[in-house]
């Protein structure tokens, strides 16, 4: 499949907005430059996580072990095109992995720690991966046992390598492999030539969007580089500023937000495995960090405690944050009592669209609110052209398509450009459905063209149904088709409902078989048995007589979420 056509390759090179660098490229150069400068650390709790002594590696050390590891792919006989799977926390294990996949022309397709059987599998046969690194047992859960049930003697999938110091004689050790000696002259003169090029796949991420199976993503080195130069530039992050890497490395948050950033501005990537607040705070304290990323119900529950305070100890100076719309009280508290700018973005796992800084929206408050109208026409903004240069937006009428030009009317935002990916693996039926005939991405969220000069956009709410639980998404026809399967269950409908420290929860709204009766509990031991990452489990159960439905008896889900808030609030 190519993720890009030349003709896009060609527009995007020609104005800037594309080059012929790869992430592997820039990272070299930065190698070459400070060899002995730190360049990635691991979360302190790394022995309590997977095993093994933390790591702290120099750009030197960092460069040595992709290389090593990319030539023993190469001995499994990886080579270009294939995929590997990475389902690893955030440790240097998982960045020397996608990019020692990528020194040999190979695919890395990152896995939440939380992905089960129905995931893994899903992911497995979709993608034909070849291999896993993974680590055997994490927080309880034997990752070993499972992956192995997936290797057949027909199946291409083959290779599962262990991070971490609990390994098994049925698989091979990370740390044994990266130990070895390559049986070359010259490893660097050996693996020249074989990585993949600027607008080959580096990565295939996977998203829940509304479907009922996971989405693969597959996003190229410019696309990344691109996402990575609206997040350098957003959060005003210069050269050799260090970052600290708070979400999971596995999608647009931790990827674009977080390592990419890093590797264009050749600092120093401290990595912090979602969320251990002794090992967090500890991390800002010892290890000079400019930037971080952080999600809303977080920063919020720091401010509200008063423990934010102590941040203003730190040399933060910056925290990107999104998915939901921020609190401008939040944003005001952060700015004036600590001197940390927040940045607001507007992004999915499809592409980078928006974001609010301090260069565009001074005012804390705005930046909470309203986004920039990147893209509108006759909008002029104080930001580099070749970073949003190529980013177009527009604002469509949901029942017409017909587009949005005047000032207070809500619709569908929709973009394109550098950021956005080209469409689904191995799935063009979703692809078509999810652009529109002019080529833009149909983001799913409400919002209106505001200000006096048209030059900013007002969020409203999402016109598509994805519940967004502390950063993950969650399908609701997922959760529906799975729980549907319960022998007590006649009909279900799967929505979120208002939770504030993690955003959104799910509730599943059941209408039980005649005679039957069914729990929550129920629902739940019922899920655990078919394998589903435990963030999808649903946390509230409402049994119904009927589910609200229209004229072509599609279920209502608004109405069901507004039944949720008008119980919650009394």
Not at 63 to 76: M, V, Y
Not at 115 to 137: F, G, P, Q, S, W
Not at 261 to 285: A, I, N, S, Y
Not at 340 to 363: D, K, T
Request: charge should be negative; glycine fraction near 10%.
């Amino acid at each position: 499949m190519l993720p890009v056509v030349q003709e896009q390759i060609k527009e995007y090179t020609s104005n800037g907005w594309w080059g012929n660098e790869t992430i592997l490229d820039i990272l070299w150069k930065s190698s070459e430059q400070t060899p002995d400068a730190e360049a990635i650390v691991d979360p302190y709790n790394r022995p309590a996580l997977v095993g093994g002594e933390a790591k702290r590696l120099t750009y030197g050390q960092l460069i040595d072990a992709i290389d090593r590891l990319a030539f023993q792919f190469e001995k499994l006989g990886i080579g270009k095109g294939d995929i590997v799977l990475v389902q690893l926390p955030n440790i240097v294990d998982a960045v020397i992995a996608y990019f020692a996949a990528a020194r040999i022309g190979a695919i890395s397709s990152p896995l939440a720690m939380a992905a089960r059987d129905r995931e893994i599998n899903h992911a497995i046969k979709l993608t034909d991966a070849v291999a896993i690194v993974t680590v055997k047992e994490f927080g309880g859960y034997d990752h070993l046992n499972l992956i192995n049930k997936f290797k057949k003697p027909d199946s291409r999938f083959q290779h599962v390598i262990l991070a971490g110091d609990k390994l098994d004689d049925s698989a091979l050790s990370l740390e044994a492999l990266l130990a070895e000696e390559p049986g070359v002259s010259n490893l660097k003169e050996h693996l020249t030539g074989k990585q993949s090029g600027a607008n080959d796949i580096f990565t295939i991420c996977w998203t829940s969007g509304t479907e009922a199976d996971p989405k693969g993503v597959p996003r190229t080195h410019n696309h990344w580089i691109s996402i990575a130069k609206v997040v350098v530039e957003g959060c005003i992050v210069e050269r050799g500023h260090n970052i600290h890497g708070t979400f999971p490395v596995i999608n647009m948050a931790g990827i674009g937000g977080l390592m990419v950033p890093w590797v264009l501005t050749g600092g120093k990537f401290t990595l912090h495995h979602p969320f251990d607040v002794e090992v967090f705070m500890g991390q800002l304290m010892k290890e000079d960090l400019y930037y971080t990323l952080m999600p809303p119900a977080l920063l919020d529950t720091l401010a509200k405690s008063g423990q934010a305070m102590a941040l203003a100890k730190t040399s933060i100076k910056v925290i990107a944050s999104g998915s939901v719309p921020l609190s401008p009280w939040m944003v005001k508290y952060y700015q004036d009592e600590l001197g940390i700018s927040i940045v607001n973005f507007f992004a999915s796992n499809e592409g980078i669209a928006l974001f609010s800084g301090p260069l565009l929206f001074p005012q804390p408050e705005d930046r909470a609110i309203y986004f920039p109208r990147f893209g509108g026409e006759g909008v002029k903004l104080n930001i580099s052209k070749d970073v949003i240069g190529g980013l177009q937006s527009c604002i469509l009428n949901t029942e017409t398509g017909e587009e949005i030009k005047e000032t207070g009317v809500t619709g569908e935002l929709c973009f394109k450009g550098p950021t956005i990916f080209n469409g689904y693996w191995q799935r063009d039926d979703l692809t078509v459905k999810s652009f529109s005939n002019k080529g833009y991405y149909h983001s799913g969220d409400l919002f209106s063209i505001e200000g006096e000069n048209m030059d900013k956009y007002l969020f409203h709410g999402r016109f598509k149904d994805l519940i967004i639980r502390g950063g993950y998404n969650i399908s609701p026809e997922e959760v529906e088709m799975v729980v549907s399967g319960h022998p007590k269950i006649q009909e279900v409908s799967a929505v979120g409902y208002p939770d504030e420290r993690l955003g959104e929860k799910t509730c599943v709204c059941v209408i039980p078989k005649p005679g039957e009766t069914v729990t929550l509990e129920e629902i739940t031991e019922f899920l655990e048995k078919e394998g589903i990452a435990k963030y999808k489990f649903p946390e509230k159960l409402e049994i119904m007589a009927a589910l609200p439905r229209n004229a072509l008896n599609k279920v209502l889900r608004r109405d069901l979420r507004e039944m949720l808030r008008e119980k919650l609030k009394n």
